[in-house]
């Protein structure tokens, strides 16, 4: 990529002198021409100038793009790794540990945790594919959405603590019933509650709301961790983007979350919006009307 900018600017630096030399040329053989020369080379200066600058811009996007692909991919292999590393030692040790059944249990039900892990990962992805490639067809059905959020949160009720606190505090209005997608508005939730999670710090609640205002659905997810700075609130729902540097971010991810998120929103002519939340973190509010 760098090469191909230095031939672009190159080229662009030769095209420029060129343009100069032959209006040089024509001005100095046809003087009284001179009104023309300036016009037209004026014309075909603003016309060059404006591809150009489309073609830089386009050459840097693809650019951020590739950098975007390689950092999604080491965090894939990072996160498909974790996870098999784990249940992986939790199964020698069932395997070559006499344990009694409280231990096994316990072992076991870590590891279908991290199975659930890799589960959703792998979803995230084919989904993100899918919507990429407009294979997807997004069907849509009447369901229970109450019942689909508080199995999110029952599932994601992980503790952080030593002392066993829950870290997500759900507020579901009971008996919400909604027409759409539920294998995709199942990513939604699940993406936004684990986000909400991630960027959090151990033993500080996570606040999930689902009620209904004014004929509309609302759901919130509030966390208290590092927030979203302004400029980067447009950006978040970009595929492979990141909140942070690639150099000091600490937090895991694939950048695929948020983008499925307002993909599968715009589907159900639903609208997300960021917010700061008080004292620190995030408010993401998704309204279904």
């Not at 004026?42 to 793009?65: D, I, P, Q």
């Not at 997608?181 to 986000?195: G, H, I, R």
């Amino acid at each position: 990529m760098k090469r191909s900018l230095v031939i672009f600017y190159a080229v662009v630096i030769y095209a420029i002198a060129e343009l100069f030399w032959w209006g040089y040329q024509l001005v100095t053989l046809q003087p009284n021409h001179i009104g023309m020369v300036l016009s037209e080379g004026t014309m075909f200066f603003l016309v060059f100038a404006f591809g150009a600058y489309s073609l830089h811009n386009a050459l840097n996007r693809e650019k951020t793009l590739q950098e975007q692909k390689k950092n999604f991919l080491l965090s894939v292999t990072h996160e498909l790794k974790s996870p098999l590393a784990s249940i992986k030692i939790l199964l020698q040790t069932i395997q070559k540990r006499t344990l009694t059944r409280e231990q096994a249990l316990d072992f076991i039900g870590k590891s279908l945790l991290d199975i659930e892990r890799l589960d959703d990962m792998v979803e995230n992805m084919l989904l993100a594919s899918k919507i990429d490639n407009r294979s997807y067809t997004f069907p849509k059905a009447k369901f229970n959405l109450s019942v689909l959020v508080d199995g999110i949160v029952n599932r994601l009720q992980i503790s952080k603590c030593d002392c066993n606190q829950q870290i997500i505090d759900a507020e579901i209005e009971p008996k919400i019933e909604i027409t759409g997608d539920k294998f995709a508005l199942t990513s939604v939730v699940t993406n936004l509650v684990e986000n909400a999670i991630k960027y959090s710090n151990p033993c500080e609640a996570v606040v999930v709301k689902l009620f209904s205002k004014d004929d509309k659905i609302h759901l919130q997810v509030a966390d208290h961790g590092i927030g979203i700075a302004d400029a980067e609130k447009t950006r978040i729902f970009d595929r492979f983007y990141r909140v942070g540097s690639e150099e000091t971010r600490n937090t895991k991810g694939t950048g695929l979350g948020l983008f499925i998120v307002k993909e599968v929103l715009d589907k159900h002519q639903a609208t997300i919006r960021v917010k700061d939340n008080r004292p620190a973190g995030s408010v993401f509010e998704v309204v279904f009307g």
